[in-house]
């Protein structure tokens, strides 16, 4: 057969190369220092400011200080016995928040009659600030545990809820359709091809709710507590320790970061098929 | 008329390590439709690629016009932009854009469509919208990416017809990567074929417009190229 020669073209003029993106392989070290960048510029700021006595610490204590202040303070048993308290704490509200969040979601999302009913309810106490409520709580549940593991599952299924009713409204409706004609019930249907479709939404709703877990935490430590990070906050404050003062929110801090962490990890195990397949043609 | 639009020398491309496209060779002229068939996987969607600087040689030279413009197999229009937005897409506002885009869109015979969303479109008229986006910008290359491979037949015929005159009236050198063999014959002034990251067929298509199926000599072009494919027909098989 003819090979192209019989139709070369003799000019070329006007032809660019075309400008195609650079494959993207950025390697794994360099991806890590520079997530990494950003926190140590912070921390390295913060220990010449103190070094330089730009800080002054009455207002905000050195690095050396508040690494001090952990030792005391896990020597003498106070962190370990805080830590514990406020996430058991943060643990079981989150748990019942996302929990009811997923649910109530899943059923708005998923049936018109359960949007009619309920989605106007639920918008409607999703815009009264959880703090608000502290007062009420008290007076309902008493200054006990009980009122502060509502208060932590109030706050965190509202995010769950509005993820997890978008997610799921957002199913493809074709899948859906076809997988009624192979005879999929309705639960399997939500449990097999819902929910896995929803998951990325389910996932960052996650995340919010883990976040708002923490403050919630804070709010509901702040208030007649006698145990818990919080209520290390509050003795630090009245006797003007801002050593311990940091320490608290480092740990804050890092409580946050390590439920990010969990979700990421989490959402590279339980969606396999977001990670497979791409690129290749 | 012997200015180039695509000209490729020794072009490779990797996937680990399947050679999809193994030192190429290919010119297309000005204005000249070249369609290049192949089985699924043979690197045709590739090329296509590589032409619309989507993706990368791995080694050889590409050369193509400024502006190329791609038809892909599924529509890809933006959900949230009506026809008319969609058509004008990415170029500057204004009353003048307005104008072009509302002319290509009635070359595509949607002119009443111009407010319409998206979702609300047929296949077949989402992908005229798609053609008019892909002609309102006066491309010199224009890339066809299995443009009909999900239209119904009917449809597919009326938008092989729509291709042919719209390519007439402005004359871009055509790239259309197909499965379809009769379409390939139907609308191209020449056919290759890729087999294993080579063109193993480059010929031109001499039969007269507009082309007839039943015609033996469209037959006969259609068997060989059905051969070069691997498919063997009976007119070849039987004695």
């Given at each position: 057969?003819?090979?192209a020669?019989?139709f070369s073209v003799t000019s070329t003029a006007g032809l660019v190369v075309p400008d195609a993106?650079?494959?993207?392989?950025?390697?794994?070290?360099?991806?890590?220092?520079?997530?990494?960048?950003?926190?140590?510029?912070?921390?390295?700021?913060?220990?010449?400011?103190?070094?330089?006595?730009?800080?002054?610490?009455?207002?905000?204590?050195?690095?050396?200080?508040?690494?001090?202040?952990?030792?005391?303070?896990?020597?003498?048993?106070?962190?370990?016995?805080?830590?514990?308290?406020?996430?058991?704490?943060?643990?079981?509200?989150?748990?019942?928040?996302?929990?009811?969040?997923?649910?109530?979601?899943?059923?708005?999302?998923?049936?018109?009659?359960?949007?009619?009913?309920?989605?106007?309810?639920?918008?409607?106490?999703?815009?009264?600030?959880?703090?608000?409520?502290?007062?009420?709580?008290?007076?309902?549940?008493?200054?006990?545990?009980?009122?502060?593991?509502?208060?932590?599952?109030?706050?965190?299924?509202?995010?769950?809820?509005?993820?997890?009713?978008?997610?799921?409204?957002?199913?493809?409706?074709?899948?859906?359709?076809?997988?009624?004609?192979?005879?999929?019930?309705?639960?399997?249907?939500?449990?097999?091809?819902?929910?896995?479709?929803?998951?990325?939404?389910?996932?960052?709703?996650?995340?919010?709710?883990?976040?708002?877990?923490?403050?919630?935490?804070?709010?509901?430590?702040?208030?007649?507590?006698?145990?818990?990070?919080?209520?290390?906050?509050?003795?630090?404050?009245?006797?003007?320790?801002?050593?311990?003062?940091?320490?608290?929110?480092?740990?804050?801090?890092?409580?946050?970061?390590?439920?990010?962490?969990?979700?990421?990890?989490?959402?590279?195990?339980?969606?396999?098929?977001?990670?497979?397949?791409?690129?290749?043609? | 008329m012997n200015a180039a639009a695509v000209h490729l020398r020794?072009l490779?491309?990797?996937?680990?390590?399947?050679?999809?496209?193994?030192?190429?060779d290919l010119d297309i002229r000005r204005g000249e439709f070249f369609?290049?068939?192949?089985?699924?996987?043979?690197?045709?969607?590739?090329l296509l690629?590589l032409l619309a600087g989507?993706?990368?040689p791995?080694?050889g030279t590409v050369l193509v016009p400024q502006v190329r413009t791609v038809?892909?197999?599924?529509?890809?229009?933006?959900?949230?932009?009506?026809?008319?937005?969609?058509?004008?897409?990415?170029?500057?506002?204004?009353?003048?854009?307005?104008?072009?885009?509302?002319?290509?869109?009635?070359?595509?015979?949607?002119?009443?469509?111009?407010?319409?969303?998206?979702?609300?479109?047929?296949?077949?008229?989402?992908?005229?919208?798609?053609?008019?986006?892909a002609l309102v910008r006066e491309p010199e290359l224009l890339l066809?990416?299995?443009?009909?491979?999900?239209?119904?037949?009917?449809?597919?015929?009326?938008?092989?017809?729509?291709?042919?005159?719209?390519c007439?009236?402005h004359r871009p050198a055509v790239l259309?990567?197909?499965?379809?063999?009769?379409?390939?014959?139907?609308?191209?002034d020449r056919?290759?074929?890729?087999?294993?990251?080579?063109?193993?067929?480059?010929?031109?298509?001499?039969?007269?417009?507009?082309?007839?199926?039943?015609?033996?000599?469209?037959?006969?072009?259609?068997?060989?190229?059905?051969?070069?494919?691997?498919?063997?027909?009976?007119?070849?098989?039987?004695?």
């Amino acid at each position: 057969m003819s090979t192209a020669t019989e139709f070369s073209v003799t000019s070329t003029a006007g032809l660019v190369v075309p400008d195609a993106p650079a494959p993207r392989t950025r390697r794994r070290g360099l991806r890590l220092a520079l997530r990494v960048v950003g926190p140590l510029v912070l921390l390295l700021a913060w220990i010449t400011g103190s070094a330089t006595g730009v800080l002054s610490p009455t207002l905000l204590a050195s690095p050396g200080q508040v690494l001090a202040a952990v030792g005391e303070l896990w020597t003498s048993g106070q962190l370990g016995d805080a830590l514990e308290v406020s996430l058991a704490r943060a643990g079981a509200g989150l748990a019942i928040g996302v929990l009811v969040g997923l649910s109530l979601g899943v059923l708005t999302g998923f049936s018109r009659l359960g949007e009619e009913l309920l989605d106007s309810s639920v918008q409607l106490l999703r815009t009264v600030p959880f703090l608000s409520l502290v007062p009420l709580f008290m007076v309902w549940f008493g200054i006990g545990e009980t009122a502060r593991v509502v208060l932590i599952a109030v706050a965190t299924s509202f995010p769950m809820y509005v993820s997890t009713s978008g997610g799921v409204r957002n199913a493809d409706r074709g899948l859906l359709e076809a997988m009624r004609t192979f005879g999929m019930g309705r639960l399997a249907l939500v449990r097999e091809v819902v929910l896995p479709g929803a998951l990325p939404s389910l996932l960052s709703g996650l995340r919010l709710s883990m976040t708002l877990s923490v403050i919630a935490l804070i709010a509901a430590e702040e208030i007649n507590s006698t145990a818990g990070i919080g209520y290390l906050m509050s003795t630090a404050q009245e006797y003007s320790r801002t050593d311990v003062l940091t320490v608290c929110i480092l740990i804050y801090a890092v409580i946050g970061l390590l439920a990010d962490g969990a979700v990421r990890l989490l959402e590279r195990l339980v969606m396999p098929w977001r990670t497979v397949g791409r690129g290749a043609r | 008329m012997n200015a180039a639009a695509v000209h490729l020398r020794g072009l490779e491309r990797r996937f680990g390590d399947r050679a999809v496209l193994d030192s190429l060779d290919l010119d297309i002229r000005r204005g000249e439709f070249f369609a290049l068939l192949g089985a699924s996987g043979s690197g045709k969607t590739t090329l296509l690629r590589l032409l619309a600087g989507l993706d990368r040689p791995d080694g050889g030279t590409v050369l193509v016009p400024q502006v190329r413009t791609v038809v892909f197999q599924e529509p890809r229009l933006v959900p949230s932009k009506r026809v008319l937005a969609n058509v004008t897409v990415g170029m500057p506002r204004g009353s003048a854009t307005r104008r072009t885009g509302l002319d290509a869109l009635t070359e595509v015979g949607l002119a009443d469509h111009t407010d319409a969303w998206p979702a609300t479109l047929s296949g077949g008229e989402a992908q005229r919208v798609a053609l008019a986006r892909a002609l309102v910008r006066e491309p010199e290359l224009l890339l066809l990416d299995e443009p009909f491979a999900a239209l119904d037949a009917l449809t597919r015929l009326r938008m092989q017809d729509l291709v042919e005159r719209l390519c007439r009236v402005h004359r871009p050198a055509v790239l259309l990567v197909t499965h379809d063999v009769d379409e390939a014959i139907r609308l191209a002034d020449r056919i290759g074929v890729l087999r294993e990251g080579r063109l193993i067929t480059d010929e031109r298509v001499g039969l007269d417009r507009p082309r007839d199926p039943a015609d033996p000599a469209f037959a006969a072009l259609r068997s060989r190229l059905l051969a070069d494919l691997g498919v063997h027909t009976l007119e070849e098989t039987s004695p």
